[in-house]
């Protein structure tokens, strides 16, 4: 993300578009009592924030001195990454551990191994097991069936005391490869009249659905520019395909997957106002529930911008290109 004049949106310590910080402590309770952790990589194979452990295991698994933490609030992730002391100082490096129950004494999902044996005990032909994200879970306890992905850690998992079964490695072979994609927003003059935004989105070197264009429409500043990318992003693959998109905005991220539950339920309007760039925030909701209807996961990733990442710098450099086009 770059160019003259270019300005990061993410709100500070305020919280998201000037809301108190007591409002967005209570964000962040609501994302931690439905399970979500963001997952920080200060170092490994890809340092960055990850919204799933599985991901996250990915970028330190054989990678010699890692470090990495989870975090319930999205900001203190961001100082770890950054090699800053997390303000709230609030870290676990444990990866979360999901039980789902569908046959038993109470069926559901709990986070807590006590709490699935008082729901099992004495139940004739109980059915649980556990697993690495809670959407695994839950689908597990309203099918009775094991998703095609699974724990694949080697753990035994508990599906009852006369039968229990180990994950294998080739347990998601079925599964297409998560698709990569790099996406970046650019203004020119951002903020000032007569700005010029452009749009990138990178999944490879030639690869046909690479995006640089210029931003459509008005105010043409680089918040707009950032979640237009990743809109274009979601258009550009399959609705049943898994897709990682990694970014440099917090701001974007944040609004997709953290700050929308709250503005939906205020009806879509914050202590200063109406919720800005509300049509692409929702538009991009719109896509991921799309997707989550046909079995696919979108996961976001922040990614350092202006470092070395050669994605980032890709995908900047069709932002960039975009806003230098007519509009």
């Known amino acids: 993300m770059s160019s003259p004049g270019k300005k990061r949106g993410a709100p500070g310590t305020a919280g998201p578009e000037g809301g108190s910080a007591s409002k967005k402590r209570k964000m962040d309770s609501t994302l931690s009592s439905s399970g979500g952790k963001y997952y920080a990589v200060r170092v490994g194979a890809k340092p960055g924030i990850y919204t799933t452990w599985a991901t996250c295991k990915q970028q330190i698994d054989g990678y010699k001195g890692a470090q990495y933490k989870s975090f319930v609030n999205y900001e203190d992730a961001a100082a770890f990454v950054d090699g800053r002391s997390p303000p709230s100082g609030a870290a676990d490096n444990k990866p979360p551990r999901f039980y789902g129950v569908a046959v038993g004494r109470e069926p559901g999902v709990y986070t807590e191994w006590s709490k699935v044996q008082e729901a099992v005990k004495g139940w004739k032909g109980p059915k649980y097991r556990k697993f690495d994200t809670r959407q695994e879970a839950e689908e597990f306890v309203r099918t009775g069936k094991v998703p095609v992905v699974t724990a ?11 039968k229990k079964t180990k994950t294998t490695p ?22 000032k009249v007569g700005a010029a935004a452009g749009v990138g989105v990178y999944f490879g070197p030639n690869d046909p659905r690479n995006i640089s264009e210029r931003l459509e429409g008005l ?3 680089n918040q707009r520019a950032e979640l237009t990318a990743i809109l274009r992003a979601l258009e550009s693959v399959d609705l049943d395909q898994d897709l990682e998109i990694r970014t440099d905005s917090k701001y974007s991220i944040q609004c997709v997957t953290e700050w929308y539950i709250n503005w939906e339920r205020n009806g879509w309007r914050t202590q200063g106002g ?8 929702q538009g991009v909701r719109k896509k991921i529930e799309e997707r989550e209807a046909h079995g696919a996961g979108t996961q976001f990733i922040w990614v350092k911008g202006h470092a070395t990442d050669p994605g980032n ?13 007519p509009a």
């Open 170 to 191: 080739n347990a998601s072979a079925k599964r297409n490869p998560v698709v990569v994609v790099y996406t970046d927003g650019s203004s020119r003059g951002n903020g």
């Open 219 to 221: 105010p043409q500043t």
């Open 152 to 162: 694949t850690d080697g753990d035994t998992v508990e599906e009852s005391p006369a």
């Open 274 to 281: 109406p919720v800005k760039n509300l049509d692409l925030v």
């Open 313 to 325: 710098i890709a995908a900047d450099r069709l932002a960039v290109s975009g806003a230098m086009k």
